[in-house]
T-cell receptor
């Protein structure tokens, strides 16, 4: 089945710095979803990308889908302590969602 | 309030015992899923069901069983055949119109003593 790889596994930043996590696949993806899981919590859906080269923004979060639809990124501008958590990408095919291992973000105030 | 309810939140089990985790949703979603999460890892799909009375194995179904007798309910049984059952179990559901957006319950943390 399809696999998605996420890097980095961990990222520690000072509050106010930017953060980026990357999601890569060896095969072309039809879609990408991003989720956020706060410490001790459950994943919460953030956004879905389906078009080649698509860029979507949610306040300080920018999501991109690569032109070849084999990679995606989530960029957070000027991180805040409320951004801490693990960010997962997933790709869905035939009703099954496959998740990356996630990037855990910690923010030092 | 619509949502997904998982119970129990924490569960301890002795080796060799079966245990059933409950998942109930009142979102009127057709599809339901069970994922397992281990520390530092992503979510791995155990079983999923797209309609009542039908379900399919996911990537790590061995040692688990499910049933889908009602649209609202999708219980997961962790059997004694599961070699390493200690984990965080997450149930999710999705609408037929958009099976790509998953709504998750708060999870059940199972510890085998």
């Amino acid at each position: 089945g399809q696999q998605v790889m996420q890097i980095p596994q961990y990222q520690h930043v000072q509050e106010g710095e930017d953060f980026t996590t990357y999601c890569n696949s060896s095969t072309t993806l039809s879609n990408i979803q991003w989720y956020k899981q706060r410490p001790g919590g459950h994943p919460v859906f953030l956004i879905q990308l389906v078009k080649s080269g698509e860029v979507k923004k949610q306040k300080r979060l920018t999501f991109q889908f690569g032109e070849a639809k084999k990679n995606s990124s989530l960029h957070i501008t000027a991180t805040q302590t409320t951004d801490v958590g693990t960010y997962f990408c997933s790709a869905t095919n035939a009703g099954k969602s496959t998740f990356g291992d996630g990037t855990t973000l910690t923010v030092k105030p | 309030d619509g949502g997904i309810t998982q119970s129990p939140k924490y569960l301890f089990r002795k080796e060799g015992q079966n245990v059933t985790l409950s998942c109930e949703q009142n979102l009127n979603h057709d599809a339901m899923y069970w994922y397992r999460q281990d520390p530092g890892q992503g979510l791995r799909l155990i079983y999923y069901s797209q309609i009542v009375n039908d379900f399919q194995k996911g990537d790590i179904a061995e040692g688990y069983s499910v049933s889908r007798e009602k649209k609202e309910s999708f219980p997961l049984t962790v059997t004694s055949a599961q070699k390493n059952p200690t984990a965080f179990y997450l149930c999710a559901s999705s609408t037929p119109a958009n099976t790509r957006e998953l709504f998750f319950g708060e999870g059940s943390r199972l510890t085998v003593l």
